[in-house]
């Protein structure tokens, strides 16, 4: 079939773009988005050799992706393949490096230029391709089809938004989602929308990110901060965006008559922004600890600030109350699903985006509480933080929720089992 004009237009700009790309990596490299020792991953450029084998490729964007996907990968590994995973963020390669099964390599995806998609799959050469959630890449993908490889969205989820966008054009859609020969949908809804636009081979399967592992922890770390809050009441927003921050020293302030030994932390989702987030609160006249310059957590610290990647793991095990951000002021959500693991009560606002499912389970079991402002923030916090009963019910159902949504990744495996039995 011959390709859409605009698909070809696509194709053409892209490869044309390519006398740019050395600009465009730069301006990264300055903003802190790109490995500056690994920028030749971008262009296709392998920095490992490929080992004997037979080997799978998984992709995630970022940190959430590809964690999802870790079980997939130590089952794949389990059955005698090597696995490439890529992302596109240096937080999960950071992130990744902690956590990867053996005979699993991380590479960052290259750039979507079908020149540079080529070069990466000539040297990795792998035998399927597990693409997860709603990363879509027109010129990757043409690269995967033209050799034949088998192509699965799993996890797949595609938002309204993004679905109206491919929706005005129609033909482009088709040619595209029509690569994917497996789609495993997150959702009925996820799964009518990749049908729609072409995907073949649509099934529901459920959430990955239910059967990734709760995120690990160091003890020696856990036990010194706790031994140093001793019995302080203690809550975390988890997660935040600009103008969260804001609101949860505001709820501070309000909760210290209240509860005048409260402790607040607050982990912003991009820890880069930790200066202006401390600035902030110093201007509030809150004592503040923050954690990437290892001042230590002491009874006069209001705020203690884990400007810090990949420790959630260790936030929620600090106390049994969460706010996840990016729900209040920015919209889009994050995953609550690591705290509802560890056995948190967790509070967010209206704003959820991609994880409206997952919410709604837990609002819906009591694991979970929306509240829309710092006043209603404030008061869930103060009724939750005074009444052990309630925090510990709103605990225990969260983490019954995560548990009883378990069991994605086996019907992930179960479903490309006859691509993986296949010998190339």
């Not at 130590?74 to 490439?84: L, T």
């Not at 597990?130 to 995967?144: C, D, G, M, Y």
Request: aromatic share 6%; glycine share 6%; hydrophobic share 45%.
């Amino acid at each position: 079939m011959r390709r859409s004009f605009a698909l070809q237009t696509y194709a053409t700009l892209t490869s044309a773009g390519r006398l740019f790309v050395p600009l465009f990596l730069r301006v990264r490299i300055q903003r802190g988005k790109e490995d500056p020792r690994r920028v030749a991953e971008r262009r296709g450029t392998a920095t490992h050799k490929r080992p004997d084998g037979r080997l799978v490729w998984l992709h995630g964007a970022s940190i959430g992706e590809c964690l999802s996907l870790l079980p997939c990968m130590e089952e794949v590994v389990g059955q005698g393949f090597h696995v490439v995973v890529t992302s596109g963020s240096t937080g999960s390669a950071r992130v990744l490096a902690e956590r990867l099964p053996a005979r699993t390599v991380h590479q960052f995806l290259p750039l979507d230029i079908y020149r540079y998609a080529s070069r990466f799959l000539e040297h990795w050469r792998p035998e399927i391709v597990l693409v997860a959630e709603s990363e879509i890449w027109p010129n990757t993908f043409r690269a995967v089809k033209k050799r034949g490889i088998p192509l699965v969205s799993v996890n797949a989820r595609l938002s309204e938004k993004s679905f109206s966008r491919w929706s005005t054009a129609s033909k482009a859609a088709r040619q595209v989602f029509g690569m994917i020969d497996l789609c495993l949908a997150q959702s009925q809804e996820d799964a009518e929308r990749f049908a729609d636009l072409g995907a073949r081979d649509v099934r529901v399967i459920g959430n990955l990110k239910f059967d990734a592992k709760a995120p690990p922890v160091s003890r020696a770390e856990l036990s010194d901060l706790s031994s140093r809050l001793g019995a302080r009441a203690v809550w975390a927003a988890v997660s935040t965006h600009a103008g969260e921050e804001d609101i949860a020293a505001d709820v501070h302030l309000a909760l210290r008559t209240r509860l005048p030994s409260l402790l607040t932390i607050i982990a912003p989702r991009h820890p880069h922004r930790g200066n202006d987030v401390s600035e902030m609160l110093l201007r509030k006249n809150l004592c503040v600890a923050r954690r990437s310059k290892g001042e230590l957590l002491t009874q006069q610290t209001d705020i203690y600030l884990a400007d810090t990647l990949g420790e959630t793991g260790l936030l929620y095990r600090l106390g049994a109350l969460a706010f996840v951000g990016r729900s209040l002021t920015a919209k889009g959500g994050q995953n609550p699903i690591e705290a509802a693991k560890l056995g948190c009560a967790i509070l967010h606002g209206p704003h959820v985006g991609a994880f409206r499912e997952v919410y709604a389970a837990l609002d819906q079991r009591e694991g979970a509480l929306v509240v829309t402002d710092r006043a209603t923030l404030t008061e869930a916090i103060a009724r939750l933080l005074t009444d052990a009963q309630a925090l510990r019910h709103m605990a225990r159902s969260a983490a019954a929720v995560a548990e009883e949504q378990s069991g994605a990744t086996a019907r992930v495996l179960q479903a490309i089992q006859p691509y993986l039995a296949q010998r190339t």
